[in-house]
């Protein structure tokens, strides 16, 4: 099994920036992807950005050049920098890790953006 914990999410005003930050622990192994997806209230969960096991990334159209994705060199922690934060940015945002055949998920950290 594999734990993911993340962390960075709260409250901040719009035009301000959060860092979002997810930790694996447990039966880690190479991985396919690792990213962040959110959930506002009455809506579908979203790709937000990802990240390849081989460092290629991709971004939802709405947040292409506002957010990037990282991670670490041991593909244990990926990160989510979100610049010039917009009210519609409010949601629950999600770690998600995809190993093997098998997708993990965080429990979520909530974001909201007041304008």
């Known amino acids: 099994q594999v734990q993911l914990v993340e962390s960075g999410g709260g409250l901040v005003q719009a035009g301000g920036s959060l860092r979002l930050s997810c930790a694996a622990s447990?039966?880690?192994?190479?991985?396919?992807?690792m990213g962040w997806y959110r959930q506002a209230p009455g809506k579908q969960r979203e790709l937000v950005a990802a990240?390849?096991?081989?460092?290629?990334?991709n971004y939802a159209d709405s947040v292409k050049g506002r957010f990037t994705i990282s991670r670490d060199s041991a593909k244990i922690t990926v990160y989510l920098q979100m610049n010039s934060l917009k009210p519609e940015d409010t949601a629950v945002y999600y770690c998600?890790?995809?190993?093997?055949?098998?997708?993990?998920w965080g429990q979520g950290t909530q974001v909201t953006v007041s304008s």
């Open positions: 998600n890790r995809k190993q093997g055949l098998h997708d993990y």
């Open positions: 447990g039966s880690i192994f190479s991985i396919n992807a």
């Open positions: 990240i390849t096991s081989g460092g290629s990334t």
